[in-house]
């Protein structure tokens, strides 16, 4: 049996093996085993078959050994004979692969790729009938052949451009009309198509627009959007089709799907860009009036900005390589009827349709200098009119936010790339109307009532702007503006809206960045020297003085400056011991400085090192034992004192941070000196005290460093350090010192190096009185302690079920239980402190680790446990779920719901509010876990909304917004029986005492009513 | 939808509508003393002690708690100023077909009397409606959807009465007597095609 008959025998069942026949037959050409007229006479038969399916088979059989065959074993006479064989049978199928292989040899000559494209083009109507697969073939060997062979089709002329457009049209298939459209857009680009436009446009816009819509696995990938943009730079491939492109895209623009819509739209920017501008000139007028009614009757937003878009990019065509400024250039013609109706819209500036006459002014404006020019020439003018005329602000304010929009352009086309103005020396288009544009802005924004805010912040963004377009205003000018400005923070009125203040200093931030002088010059003094010195009693307007400083000072010249002088003015006020809250306020500003630079490459870093951390950290030791600023001792002053060392210790060195750990509770005072540091001492007064929350800042900021301590003096070590911070903490009778000596615990804890240290911490959590050496007694509670050791450990995830263990166990206590279910809240809390900032080890599955331990043991303990100490379970439950992600509790809530479900009769209201928050989560995350439990979740959620007295606020307004989410989130039938139930009982929440609980309420009604009223798009 | 009626209304910028001035909460104000100079402390420093309950949030708002907020003017004003415009997509607000001074609110009964000292009192609010062209034939739309919008949104003791303003409609005695009409409301309510127009319309708010 010939190779050719096992192939015809197997190819149907087996179209792997028919294969593999194939390419044994290519073998035995390759070793010369066989001749080709072997292979060919074998066929023989076959290929004259009356059926065709037999000839096709018989076709495809070559086509297969020729594609398996090395590029090179085919000499020319085979190349040309085959091709020959192939392009007469091309009819009968199969021949297009072997085709596909031919075309790509280096011996397939121009002769046979015309002939090959001839042969397809006599058959285009038995091809067009192909099943898509074939037709798919087809399609690439032309694209094959455009490829390799592009020279010899171009050279056939205008009958290929017929014969390809007959053979690409009424196909269906996305990934043919991927090969057809970029087929097409090659001839588009590159062919003399002039006298075949209208047929090859034709050709690609019967397939506009795409309305193709992937299947939901599409194996191509092929999106909409990529048969669009094909199509698209298809459309807009040549001038020569704006005849035939613009009609029958406004055409299709009166469409009202708004998909198509926003196709066309930018269809008709690609086609404006890319066409040249003699052929966009004879369209723009009938352009503009159809684009100018998307844009005045706006019915959907995006589709009035593309629209302003193609206008845009219409001017831009007109405008390229344009510098003069005649009336009759294609752009002067455009302009002109656009600039004239926009004018007769300003007449009324409070109208529906002036802000998008603005928009469309603004828009052509930036496209170019010379538009710019043009625009600005027919439309200022007129528009200071109207301004003169129009007695109301709200009509003033129109206007003066049309001219801000063409200032905003003049500014835009300033910061075009390689933007040269055209003609330099030429005045700037605004030039004419300088002074009366800054007269009227000036007026506005200085002359107006202090309550017409957004007039005023519309007059203010009118003047920065203008300080903005290059080579503009005078420097003297720009200083008014700046002194304006300046008065604006500095004498206004605080109370009521603040926005022009804002908007007054970011402009001033603006200006500073291209014009900082004037900023150094003016604004800088005049700030200064509005800082009181000192402040009257309740004087608090500093903060705004100082915070428009903080914010001016992005340049380093100037914050070097700032920090120079809010040092020197820290000192005076000290010195005549002034009101802390000032101090506080100087030192927050001098730290939100120094956090906007980068202090480790500073090269100020060592002297504020000197002058501030050295010489304010002694200071406030000295003036905790009374010699000294009493304001310094503060505990606010000295939190923020701490805050601002900090940031500057993590930025020293290894060296620098050691000398500094030294000092930790020394506070670099002098040997002699009357402080004496707090630790191993009894019965100090608070004030001295306090200065542990400085020692806390050093500790964290010194990071590692903090070893060095250790070497100071023989009897400190990490265990009685630990031991004396214990008992500290336990006498410590303040709550913030308490805070920050708990704090320096667990930093050492959190940080301890070694195992001995972390065991030494176990037993102190264990017995926390037998550490600190001191007899317990009912009036203090260990638990803090207890729980911020547990949160040390647990956060680097040592000795983890040792400590929930002893955590999970206090809760069956009935005296120390209720501390200990709130001390939960504790232990996943993000902490300032204990934070990879100052070195703490944080372990990432943390959350997961506590959470998978808890969850299971708390709801197995809460079960077993008495009726008195349930609620430390549910309270427990609550602290642990608000730090843990949403994931990850997802796993346990089968076991947890019935919990939350209790908590929700607990009286403490915290607790109610965090689970009400927790089961919103929840529902949201996976409605399907809740519907089981609606019943009792509805009821709860109702009656922890409807009971003012009972419930607070935001116990109230977190139950609404739970009872919010359920519609549309859990099935339909689950809610139905609770609809009318839920309708009702939120009547009387209506009226409840606070605004935004109504309001919610209202919401949560409406959600509810709409539920069962089925919406009738869908 | 048909021919638009009015196609170019004066509108105003919602920045310029009236708004309850935003009172600066007392919970930012006493943890971030110096405004943008206190926003380099992280929010994790805020977070309430556990063992130390009279720093957390809720006992300080609890005072507050008390402090009962009436329903005033602005806020029946914010229930139906974002209510869509039939015919352009803008709000009843925008368009001043609403405004804080056509509103009024006036006590029928005084909370309590008599015979039961525990019935609320009995407020009646008033809208007037300005349609923004005196032959608006969609004035009735309008009303019917602010009335719809103010009975689901507002408590049973608060009686709601809206007309069109006087003198700025051709037909607004008629327009009034079918928006005061009980039953042609409930008959109206029953029209499936002027309810969708309606939902459209309170969507947004």
């Known amino acids: ?1018 | 939808m048909s021919e638009i009626l009015n196609a170019n209304p004066t509108i105003r910028s919602a920045a310029d509508l009236p708004s309850r001035r935003r009172e600066p909460t007392k919970k930012t104000k006493t943890q971030r003393p110096f405004g943008l100079l206190s926003s380099t402390i992280p929010d994790s420093a805020y977070t309430p002690d556990p063992f130390n309950p009279s720093s957390s949030p809720e006992s300080e708002g609890s005072d507050n708690d008390e402090e009962v907020e009436p329903i005033d003017e602005q806020e029946i004003y914010d229930l139906i100023a974002p209510i869509q415009d039939p015919e352009h997509p803008l709000t009843l607000g925008s368009l001043s077909v609403v405004n804080l001074p056509d509103i009024t609110l006036s006590s029928t009964l005084p909370p309590t009397s008599l015979s039961n000292p525990s019935r609320p009192a009995i407020t009646t609010v008033t809208v007037l409606v300005t349609p923004t062209i005196t032959h608006c034939s969609l004035a009735t739309v309008i009303g019917l959807g602010v009335r719809v919008r103010l009975e689901q949104a507002l408590p049973p003791r608060f009686r709601v009465d809206v007309r069109i303003k006087e003198g700025t409609h051709s037909t607004a005695e008629q327009v009034n007597r079918q928006l005061g009409d009980k039953e042609r409301v409930a008959a109206a309510l029953e029209n499936g095609t002027l309810m969708g127009v309606l939902r459209k319309m309170l969507e947004g708010c």
């Open chain 1, 1 to 1018: 049996m010939s190779d050719v008959q096992r192939y015809l025998l197997r190819v149907d069942e087996d179209k792997d093996s028919a294969q593999r026949i194939a390419e044994e037959t290519a073998q035995s050409l390759v070793s010369k085993t066989k001749s080709l007229i072997d292979v060919v006479q074998s066929l023989g038969e076959y290929i004259n078959d009356e059926d065709a399916s037999i000839r096709s088979k018989a076709v495809n059989y070559l086509s297969q050994v020729i594609s398996a065959l090395p590029n090179t074993t085919l000499s020319r006479q085979q190349v040309q004979v085959l091709c020959q064989f192939l392009c007469d049978r091309i009819e009968d199928g199969g021949a297009i692969g072997g085709l596909r292989k031919l075309q790509s040899l280096g011996r397939f000559n121009m002769e046979m790729a015309i002939m090959t494209f001839r042969a397809l083009i006599e058959h285009f109507q038995d091809l067009m009938i192909r099943p898509h697969a074939q037709r798919l073939q087809i399609l690439e060997l032309l694209n094959d052949l455009m490829l390799n062979h592009r020279g010899s089709l171009k050279s056939l002329g205008d009958g290929a451009i017929v014969g390809i457009t007959d053979l690409v049209s009424g196909e269906k298939d996305p990934r043919s009309l991927m090969i057809i459209f970029s087929i097409l857009q090659v001839i588009m680009v590159e062919w003399d198509i002039a006298a075949k436009a209208e047929t090859l446009f034709d050709s690609a816009f019967c397939y506009f627009p795409i309305t193709f819509r992937p299947p939901p696995d599409d194996p191509y990938r092929i999106t909409a959007q990529d048969l669009k943009a094909r199509l698209r730079s298809c459309i807009s491939a040549s001038s020569h089709f704006a005849p035939f492109a613009f009609p029958q895209l406004l055409e299709k623009l009166d469409s009202t799907s708004p998909n198509v819509k926003k196709d066309v739209l930018q269809t008709l920017t690609a086609c404006t860009t890319s066409y040249n501008a003699a052929a966009v000139s004879n369209w723009s007028i009938t352009l503009w009036d159809s684009l100018k009614y998307e844009i005045l009757n706006v019915q959907e937003e995006d589709l009035a900005e593309d629209s302003l878009v193609t206008l845009q990019a219409i001017a831009i065509t007109l405008g390229r390589d344009l510098t003069s400024t005649n009336q009759t250039t294609h752009l002067a013609r455009f302009l002109k009827p656009i600039t004239n109706e926009c004018k007769e819209e300003l007449q009324a500036p409070q109208h529906k349709k002036a802000k998008p006459a603005g928009q469309i002014l603004s828009s052509l404006a930036s496209s170019s200098s010379v538009a710019l020019l043009l625009v600005v020439k027919a439309i200022v003018p007129p528009l200071l009119t109207i301004y003169q005329d129009v007695d109301n602000i709200a009509s003033q304010k129109a206007l003066l936010e049309v001219l801000v929009q063409i200032f905003n352009a003049a500014v835009l086309r300033d910061e075009a790339p390689g933007m040269v103005r055209s003609s330099a020396e030429a005045e700037h288009p605004l030039a004419p109307f300088k002074d009366r544009l800054f007269e009227v802005f000036s007026q506005a924004l200085m002359s107006s009532p202090h309550e017409e805010v957004t007039f005023r912040v519309m007059a203010l963004k009118g003047l920065l702007r203008l300080c903005q377009v290059r080579n503009y205003l005078q420097n003297s000018e720009i200083g008014m503006v700046v002194q304006y400005l300046d008065e604006i923070v500095l004498t206004e009125d605080p109370s009521g809206r603040e926005d022009v203040k804002d908007e007054a200093i970011q402009a001033l931030v603006e200006i500073s960045k291209s014009k900082h002088q004037v900023i150094m010059d003016i604004t800088f003094p005049a700030f200064m020297a509005n800082l009181p010195d000192p402040p009257t009693k309740d004087q608090t307007d500093y903060v705004v003085t100082l915070e428009g400083l903080a914010r001016l000072s992005v340049e380093k010249s100037i914050s070097d400056t700032l920090i120079r002088r809010l040092l020197s003015k820290l000192e005076t006020v000290l010195q005549d011991d002034g009101q802390a809250s000032y101090t506080q306020a100087l030192l927050s500003t001098i730290d939100y400085v120094l956090s906007r630079r980068d202090l480790p490459s500073d090269t100020n870093l060592s002297s504020y090192h000197e002058k501030i951390v050295v010489t304010y950290v002694c200071k406030a030791a000295l003036a905790s034992v009374g010699s000294g600023p009493q304001a310094l001792v503060e505990a606010a002053t000295l939190e923020i004192l701490g805050r601002l060392i900090a940031r500057i210790v993590c930025a020293l060195d290894e060296h620098k941070r050691r000398s500094v750990a030294i000092e930790t509770f020394t506070l670099f005072t002098q040997e002699g000196s009357p402080f004496i540091p707090v630790l191993y001492r009894q019965d100090i007064p608070e004030k001295q005290r306090r200065t542990m929350i400085l020692s806390m800042w050093i500790l964290a900021s010194v990071g590692q460093a903090a070893d060095a301590l250790y070497t100071v003096a023989d009897d400190i070590d990490f265990d009685s350090l630990l031991n004396e911070l214990t008992r500290l903490a336990l006498v410590e009778t303040a709550p913030t010192i308490r805070h920050y000596i708990l704090e320096q615990i667990a930093l050492l804890v959190n940080r301890s190096s070694t195992s001995k240290g972390l065991s030494d911490a176990l037993r102190a959590m264990y017995n926390p009185f037998e550490a600190a050496q001191i007899d317990a007694t009912p009036s203090i509670d260990a638990t803090p302690i207890v729980f911020w050791i547990a949160k040390a450990l647990l956060l680097r995830l040592s000795h983890t079920q040792e400590v929930l263990d002893h955590v999970l166990g206090r809760l069956s206590d009935n005296s120390c239980g209720p501390t200990s279910a709130r001390g939960f809240g504790l232990l996943l809390a993000t902490d300032e402190i204990i934070s990879k900032q100052y070195g703490a080890k944080l372990r990432l599955l943390t959350k997961q680790k506590v959470f998978s331990i808890c969850a299971p043991r708390i709801a197995a303990d809460f079960r077993a446990a008495e009726a008195s100490v349930k609620p430390n379970y549910l309270i427990a439950l609550s602290g642990i779920l608000k730090d843990v992600p949403t994931e990850v509790t997802m796993t346990e809530i089968a076991t947890l719901l019935p919990l939350l479900l209790q908590s929700l009769d607990l009286p403490d209201q915290e607790v109610k509010a965090a689970t009400i928050e927790s089961l919103t989560v929840i529902s949201q995350e996976s409605p399907g876990a809740v519907e089981g439990h609606m019943s009792s979740l509805v009821n709860r959620l109702l009656q922890a909304a409807s009971k003012p007295r009972e419930n607070i606020a935001r116990v109230r307004f977190n139950a609404l917004r739970c009872l919010q989410i359920f519609p549309g989130r859990v099935k339909g039938s689950v809610l139905l029986p609770y609809g009318a139930g839920v309708i009702k009982g939120i009547l009387p929440v209506l009226d409840d005492a606070k605004r935004h609980v109504r309001r919610m309420a209202v919401e949560c009604r409406a959600t509810w009513t709409n539920m069962d009223e089925p919406d009738q798009d869908a």
